[in-house]
């Protein structure tokens, strides 16, 4: 079964510098979600992007907040200046048609520790 | 602004009986309705759906049961398998884009 890739799988960085987190989703898939999970707390939606813009945003995703298509695979998230209340398991998603349709992919997630 | 709620943090069923995992939402706009089940160190993976025309979806030994005027799905599972010992999150989105709403998941467990 195809799958939705992330790396890196536990990413560690000092408050106030840059991270990227880095998605291959599936290949014929057209929309892309990132969705973060604070540790304990619920699975929430960040944004998600269709034919190379931001289709939809929440509060979360901040001017902070940026994400990317560079070439034809990777789908990636930048956080430009990290703060402690930024870690938390984020995960990359893509689906075949909007909302899902019951087959969003998710990948396993690259954890982010802010220290 | 919890939007949809599982008010259960866990379960456990034994095996071969029915485990039912419950789901609560507040906004009358949602119409669309997934369960995701996730193991530790991995993505949620899509288990099944429910649009807001339907009131029950059925797909092996899983079934979601929508209950519209409650504002409430269940999902449930028979007969339960040690396998399915996991955390289930219910997701809820309406027809004004691509966000879904997950509830904070229900960790079951399935003795053997």
């Known amino acids: 079964e195809p799958e939705v890739t992330q790396t890196p799988s536990h990413q560690v960085t000092q408050m106030g510098q840059e991270v990227i987190l880095r998605c291959v989703p599936i290949?014929?898939?057209?929309?892309f979600y990132w969705y973060r999970q604070i540790l304990g707390q619920k699975v929430e939606f960040l944004v998600s992007?269709?034919?190379?813009?931001?289709?939809?945003k929440s509060e979360i995703f901040d001017d902070q907040f940026s994400v990317e298509r560079p070439d034809g695979s990777n789908f990636t998230l930048k956080i430009r200046s990290t703060k402690l209340e930024d870690s938390a398991m984020y995960f990359c998603?893509?689906?075949?048609?909007?909302?899902?349709?019951?087959?969003?992919?998710f990948g396993q997630g690259t954890r982010l520790t802010v220290v | 602004d919890q939007q949809v709620k599982q008010n259960s943090p866990s379960l456990s069923v034994q095996e071969g009986r029915i485990s039912i995992l419950n789901c609560d939402y507040t906004?009358?706009?949602?119409?669309?309705f997934l369960w995701y089940k996730k193991y530790p160190a991995e993505g949620p993976t899509f288990l099944i759906s429910?649009?807001?025309?339907?009131d029950k979806n059925e797909d092996g030994r899983f079934t979601v049961f929508l209950n519209k005027s409650a504002k409430h799905l269940s999902l449930h599972i028979v007969p339960s398998q040690p396998g399915d010992s996991a955390v289930y999150f219910c997701?809820?989105?309406?027809?004004?884009?691509?966000?879904?709403?997950f509830g904070t998941g229900t960790s079951l467990t399935v003795i053997p």
């Open positions: 998603a893509s689906s075949e048609s909007p909302r899902i349709e019951g087959r969003g992919f």
């Open positions: 290949s014929n898939h057209l929309y």
């Open positions: 992007f269709y034919n190379n813009e931001i289709s939809e």
């Open positions: 906004n009358s706009m949602f119409d669309y």
């Open positions: 429910i649009s807001s025309i339907k």
């Open positions: 997701a809820a989105s309406g027809n004004t884009g691509n966000q879904f709403y």
